[in-house]
């Protein structure tokens, strides 16, 4: 199964606003409200930053924000700060039988 | 302090076998879901397979169903993967992540990864 897609690269100066899509299928991002985000810097393990399409886990700035429509999800990163540069990644249930699938990542640069 | 611990680095041959290590403390192991992910140098995050650590049961992706098996002790709260029949493309870091729900319902969540291990398929 292809991953979901994202765009390859985005960026935006300190302060303004990034949308990263993850486009997916009525069999993943369509059918369930399982949509997370990761974000991951280089050499580093991912860390959740939004989950169930639009929730923040504790210690998530509320300048993270996830939305969904159809079979594409969003995440919305307000407010750019350099410590936000990294790859972020979406992630969605998958079909019967507990499957994942996550998109090829987006490298998100605070220029 | 909940951790996933994983196992070091490892160099094979093709056509070989490796079995990589995660092992976890700092909660109640059998309530909680372990998920493996890889990543290839470079691309981005793959899923592999889960186990449900209270009965052993498996579930693989389509893509490695056959060369993948997971494995579990539960005396030790350790998880294990072996891949067989390795090729080049396997090279990749693996992570052992656990789901985040504590009641074997599948969350979809990672809340908590393992350090990473790196597996080099090369002749």
């Known amino acids: 199964q292809p991953a979901l897609t994202q765009p390859r690269s985005v960026s935006g100066s300190p302060g303004q606003s990034v949308t990263i899509s993850c486009i997916g299928t009525?069999?993943?991002?369509?059918?369930?409200?399982?949509v997370s985000w990761y974000q991951q810097h280089p050499g580093k393990a991912p860390k959740v930053m939004i989950y169930?399409?639009?929730k923040r886990p504790s210690g998530v700035p509320d300048r993270f924000s996830g939305s969904k429509s159809g079979n594409t999800a969003s995440l919305t990163i307000s407010g750019l700060q350099p410590e936000d540069e990294a790859v972020y990644s979406c992630?969605?249930?998958?079909?019967?039988?507990?499957?994942?699938?996550f998109g090829a990542g987006t490298k998100l640069t605070v220029l | 302090q909940v951790r996933l611990v994983q196992s070091g680095a490892e160099v094979r041959k093709p056509g070989a076998s490796v079995k990589i290590s995660c092992k976890a403390s700092?909660?109640?192991?059998?309530?909680?879901?372990i998920h493996w992910v890889r990543q290839a140098p470079g691309q981005g995050l793959e899923w592999v397979a889960l186990?449900?650590?209270?009965?052993?049961?498996?579930t693989y992706s389509q893509k490695f169903q056959g060369r993948v098996t997971m494995t579990r002790d539960t005396s030790t709260g350790t998880v294990d993967m072996e891949v067989s029949s390795l090729r080049s493309e396997d090279t990749a870091v693996y992570y052992c992540?656990?789901?985040?729900?504590?009641?074997?319902?599948?969350?979809?969540?990672?809340?908590?990864w393992g350090q990473g291990t790196m597996v080099t398929v090369s002749s």
């Open positions: 186990l449900n650590p209270s009965g052993g049961l498996t």
């Open positions: 992540a656990r789901d985040s729900s504590p009641w074997l319902v599948h969350s979809y969540v990672f809340d908590i």
């Open positions: 169930d399409v639009t």
């Open positions: 700092g909660y109640t192991f059998i309530n909680y879901y």
């Open positions: 009525s069999s993943d991002v369509g059918a369930y409200n399982y």
């Open positions: 992630c969605s249930a998958a079909g019967m039988h507990s499957h994942v699938i």
